[in-house]
């Protein structure tokens, strides 16, 4: 796949039509992929480009500044999760206030049939975009018969009755509940972090540790906690336990980012790790002593063992 960071003053290096999707796609969930793989398919029995058209930075930073927003995924891991389904072209817009007031129409005319050829739009079922999203589906079906393109809906991902969308994926990780965002999603959620040095406490009392400090910021992360948790290194999964939150018994407030890796004792120090989240063990403690505290480590890896003997 090749990924082309549309500034709004090129052209499209494609000499054939193209079929296209426009959205965020933050996750790449189930729903996402839905849609893409239908993009990858008619595009191809159509002999056109599938090109999906995404936005840096998402549009809720730049409408909604001050707005908590946790993104799901990092540029990195969205790019390879949308290169995995076989798509051509990932289009990079840059998304602005002067795009976001921009009519349906234009946007239609301007960007996707003049900039992009597009032959065939793919949207899913809830699809919106313009100015107030005011770009929704019957304005596209009349849209689609005057400027001669076609259109594909496709219907949702259904999760217990109902649509799965980025909105389900974050209230199920902010609660921490894990096997629902795995559902949703249809991979172990993840983050992509880098270990850095720390204060060394953890190998004194027994479970060394790497710090970790993840990549981009607006991280979606999930409550503090101890995790089971898994990471793919030198060509093998490698389990362990993952501490996200502050250190109460240590009176350190600032929460943090620690995975005890089990059976691996290569030095980590400024490598780049994907870690897959499983399940939540247990909420973050107070102990009286550091004693306590790896009594609870000692049974955290036992729990932690148990969870991964599964997958």
Same mark, same amino acid.
């Given at each position: 796949m090749e990924v082309w960071k549309d500034d709004g003053s090129r052209q499209f290096p494609s000499d054939s039509g193209t079929a296209l999707t426009v959205g965020t796609f933050d996750g790449v969930h189930r729903g996402h992929v839905h849609i893409l793989e239908e993009l990858v398919r008619v595009s191809r029995e159509g002999g056109l480009r599938s090109v999906v058209v995404t936005f840096d930075p998402h549009p809720r930073h730049v409408l909604q500044p001050a707005v908590e927003f946790g993104l799901l995924t990092g540029e990195a891991a969205k790019t /390879?999760?949308?290169?995995?389904?076989? =798509?051509?072209?990932?289009? =990079?817009?840059?998304f602005d206030l002067a795009l976001s007031q921009l009519p349906p129409e234009r946007f239609v005319v301007d960007h996707l049939l003049e900039r992009f050829r597009m032959r065939t739009l793919v949207v899913g079922y809830d699809h919106a975009f313009g100015k107030d999203r005011a770009g929704g589906q019957q304005m596209l079906s009349e849209m689609s018969d005057r400027l001669g393109f076609s259109l594909v809906r496709v219907p949702p991902v259904l999760h217990e009755g109902r649509p799965?969308?980025?909105?389900?994926?974050?209230?199920?990780?902010?609660? @921490?509940?894990?096997?629902?965002?795995? %559902?949703?999603? @249809?991979?172990? &959620?993840?983050?992509?972090?880098? +270990? =850095? %040095? @720390?204060?060394?406490?953890?190998?004194?009392?027994? %479970?060394?540790?790497?710090?970790?400090?993840?990549?981009?910021?607006?991280?979606?992360?999930?409550?503090? @906690? +101890? &995790?089971?948790?898994?990471?793919?290194?030198?060509? /093998?999964? +490698?389990?362990?336990?993952?501490?996200?939150?502050?250190?109460p018994t240590f009176n350190e407030d600032e929460p943090g980012l620690e995975l005890n890796l089990y059976e691996f004792e290569a030095d980590l120090y400024d490598r780049v790790l994907e870690v897959e989240v499983v399940e939540r063990i247990r909420p973050i403690r107070s102990f009286p002593d550091s004693d306590e505290l790896i009594r609870q480590m000692d049974r955290d890896d036992t729990a932690v063992r148990r969870v991964l003997e599964g997958i």
């Open positions: /390879r999760l949308i290169g995995a389904l076989g =798509v051509d072209y990932l289009a =990079v817009t840059r799965i969308s980025s909105s389900r994926v974050r209230r199920a990780l902010e609660e @921490g509940r894990m096997a629902e965002a795995e %559902h949703l999603l @249809g991979r172990f &959620y993840s983050f992509s972090g880098r +270990v =850095v %040095h @720390g204060a060394g406490r953890g190998r004194k009392l027994g %479970h060394p540790t790497a710090n970790l400090v993840p990549l981009f910021e607006r991280k979606q992360l999930f409550p503090s @906690g +101890v &995790y089971a948790a898994r990471v793919s290194l030198d060509g /093998r999964w +490698v389990q362990g336990a993952l501490y996200w939150g502050p250190r």
